[in-house]
């Protein structure tokens, strides 16, 4: 038995691989077989970037503390991608979620607020927060662009520029603006005769009211083919001032395009400011903006800054031109909708044109005749209410800002108020999401009696400077449309929806069809 024992362990044969040999044969990520050095270096640059991913979650959630909003943010980007589309509905989201919430992006921390009394707070505190437009406002309009500015630099900067919207200055004005609106109109008409199908207004209301701008800011001190460069480039400085853009300035994107448009636009205007001064000096009448600046300038009685540059001044008209081309475009592309979606509203508008002006629209519209137009003007203020063109102008923290008795925004936020909610606030606007522009005829109303609520043109020392002249093209531009247009809006599924590119749009651009007025 031993001996059988003996021959069979000798003869035995072992396997040719044990466990080890298993192990070994099991593949190993190569960074992990890698030489230790390397190995190191692999596990340390995980480790950082670990933690700093861990010390931004750290970072948000202590400025959020117990605000509404995410309880944790997107790595790095945070609510970028919701931004590169906003929509109507996610700012509702967000500004219903509470008076004040708060969100990320790209590690720019944000708070919002919704509430009348958190928004007026932060336009009136120029001490704790200063107008940044977009992130990429300073790079697109230059940062010595005045718009900028604060403090009592700003309030002397202001205060020459009041004169350019003085009533005297909207007289001068009044009458560029009713020839060039003519000269669209008879367009439209003829564009309409040759295809009547229905077109989208939204460009060529913009193309109205940038060459009425240029026409009343510049007058004959640029000429046509500046005029159509600067308009044409001018998209692109709007596209770039939405809310949330990529924030390097690197060829191709939005940014870098912007720049140098408005590198380009501002050559034409900076010359155009030194033409005016020529002719002012020559003792030419001022024939707009820039002249009316200028001579201003030489009245005795004149106690302000007198040592402007060109390119001062080309920036102001630059700045100016961005709200009127955005702000008014949106304000008069909703009025023609606003108005022919309610006929029962455009023919009071129009009973108010034919006695005013007595049946003779050919003569031009004259400022006296604005003032005899109540529910016109009514009606401009109420549609800017119901589709506020701008509903939020983000600022930026100087300091710790502690805008409620629970929560202080920490030093280089961002920080938003928005408008919508006080524009749509029933206690003070009954059936807010209604046009009704009977509420601002009624000195006892609601409407005129908290004056507070209506944020269209902001609040405190920004707010716009030039709110007459906008309200004043809009109604002039649908007067003249009233007396001597009809027309149909064609609505689509995206009518009632809104695009937001800086400012608000119908998302199908506001289809129209033109005809000329018939009279009984």
């Known amino acids: 038995m031993a001996s059988a024992l003996r021959d069979r362990s000798s003869s035995a044969v072992l396997p040719s691989f044990t466990a080890s040999d298993a192990l070994e044969r099991i593949p190993i990520p190569s960074f992990l077989s890698a030489p230790a050095g390397t190995a190191t270096w692999l596990y340390t640059t995980l480790a950082i970037v670990l933690g700093i991913l861990a010390l931004e979650q750290s970072v948000y959630r202590y400025k959020k503390r117990h605000l509404p909003g995410d309880n944790w943010t997107i790595p790095i ?15 509702m989201k967000q500004w219903n979620s509470g008076a004040l919430s708060a969100l990320s992006v790209f590690n720019i921390f944000i708070v919002m607020a919704s509430s009348n009394e958190y928004s007026r707070k932060i336009l009136n505190s120029p001490n704790h927060a200063e107008p940044c437009l977009v992130y990429s406002a300073k790079q697109i309009l230059r940062p010595d ?40 109109i008879k367009q439209w008409l003829a564009d309409a005769a040759a295809d009547p199908s229905p077109k989208p207004i939204m460009m060529t209301c913009r193309d109205l009211n940038m060459e009425t701008s240029l026409r009343v800011f510049c007058g004959s001190h640029i000429d046509d083919a500046a005029a159509r460069e600067i308009g044409e480039k001018y998209w692109a400085i709007t596209v770039a001032l939405e809310l949330v853009n990529f924030p390097l300035a690197i060829p191709g994107t939005k940014v870098y395009r912007a720049i140098q448009c408005r590198k380009a636009a501002l050559k034409h205007l900076e010359n155009a400011a030194a033409k005016s001064k020529q002719a002012m000096a020559a003792g030419k009448e001022p024939e707009c903006m820039l002249d009316h600046w200028v001579r201003s300038m030489e009245d005795p009685s004149y106690k302000g800054r007198k040592d402007f540059s060109d390119l001062e001044m080309a920036m102001v008209v630059f700045s100016f031109l961005f709200a009127s081309q955005d702000a008014m475009s949106s304000g008069l592309i909703y009025g023609f909708q606003h108005l022919a979606d309610h006929p029962e509203i455009l023919a009071k508008v129009r009973e108010e044109q034919d006695r005013v002006r007595a049946g003779d629209y050919e003569r031009p519209i004259t400022l006296e005749q604005l003032d005899q137009m109540p529910y016109l003007r009514a009606f401009v203020r109420e549609s800017l209410r119901v589709k506020p063109p701008v509903t939020m102008v983000p600022y930026k923290t100087l300091k710790a800002f502690p805008l409620s008795e629970d929560y202080t925004v920490p030093a280089g936020s961002m920080v938003i108020p928005s408008f919508y909610n006080s524009l749509h606030d029933p206690e003070v606007y009954p ?90």
């Open 77 to 91: 980007i945070g609510k970028f991608a919701d931004s590169m589309k906003p929509t109507m509905e996610g700012y």
């Open 145 to 184: 662009n005045w718009v900028f500015l604060t403090g009592k630099v700003h309030v002397e900067y202001r205060r020459v520029l009041n004169g350019l919207f003085t009533r005297k200055a909207l007289g001068i004005y009044v009458g560029i603006q009713d020839q060039i609106t003519r000269k669209y």
């Open 431 to 520: 059936e807010p999401d209604e046009l009704v522009p009977e509420r601002w005829l009624d000195p006892n109303g609601s409407a005129n009696q908290n004056p507070k609520n209506y944020l269209v043109f902001g609040s405190g020392p920004h707010k716009c400077i030039g709110l007459e002249y906008a309200m004043m093209n809009i109604a002039l531009v649908l007067a003249d449309a009233a007396a001597l247009t009809e027309w149909e809006h064609v609505r689509t599924e995206k009518s009632d929806k809104v695009q937001i590119i800086a400012t608000l749009f119908p998302q199908d651009g506001c289809l129209m069809k033109f005809k000329p007025r018939t009279f009984a």
